[in-house]
């Protein structure tokens, strides 16, 4: 629940931000995406929970944006886990307005899967750019099927970034996936300017005593040229679908609970004319 209330107040607050910045919006600011474009990115590191030290975790993603005319976007991104055994994959769609000096607001809608339950989800989300910061965040809410019972649950994500220089980023945030709760800090270093390839590094914690690192790289295609800050605001937003399915410890990746057959250490009985009389089960 305070999860909850912290990412509606976030997302409040970054509407209201949004609302004031497109009263004051420069009509000559360029477009919603800059040009079509892409990105695939994969990290891997160690990670454990509940005891279970030296795991080696995976994710990698994919993501494509195109212009909708000039002041909306559209992007479809992709990811997949690998964690503790287990396994998720998910798809995510994004329809967004953004005024790549001030703000993005937008849309999410998606699904994650994995051999334990599946959820599709739907809310907004929302960016603010000023200066060196860009203050991030999304919600959704969840229909989801877990080992075979379905209930509704909540996805929300804030990140605050900070932009050292053009091609660093550093970066601190939270999110809720369907109640697993984590948080981590990470940077993101493109290596040279107009270079297509980036490092990426993070460290996380959370519930269950999960705590995990990742090393990962990103490549870019259809942004020649940019910065990683413009990358960001002008080209794709954030993977949606990587940041669900790397929920770490979560419900996509939990293992099923197998069930038991138990033996008694008596025989069954039955009633008969002389009483109850031991038989085999």
Known sequence: MKTLLLCATFLCATGTLVFAADM?????????????????ELLGGFEGKNGQAGQVGLDGGAAFSVPLGDKFGFQ???AANSSFGQGSFGTTGHLFTRNPNQYLLGLIGGGVWSNTSGSYYIGPEAEIYAGRFT???SAAVMSQNLFGSGT?????????????????????GA????????????????????SPLSLTLAGTVGDNSYLGAMAGLKFYFGSNGATLVDRHRKYDPANTSLDIVSGTG??????????QVVKLPFKCSVQSQIGFVPTPC
Do not use: C, M
Not at 26 to 37: L, P, Y
Not at 154 to 165: C, H
Not at 175 to 194: C, S
């Open 152 to 172: 509704a649950s909540f996805y929300g994500k804030g990140n605050v970034a900070y932009y050292a220089t053009p091609n660093l980023r550093i970066e601190l």
């Open 76 to 78: 479809a991104d992709f």
């Open 24 to 40: 004051q919006a420069d009509q000559t600011v360029t477009r919603a995406v800059e040009a079509a474009n892409g990105k695939v």
């Open 175 to 194: 999110k809720d996936v369907a109640g697993y709760n984590t948080a981590h800090v990470g940077l993101e270093w493109q290596v040279k300017d107009a």
């Open 250 to 259: 979560g419900p996509f990746n939990a293992a099923p609970v197998t069930q």
């Open 135 to 137: 203050l991030e965040g």
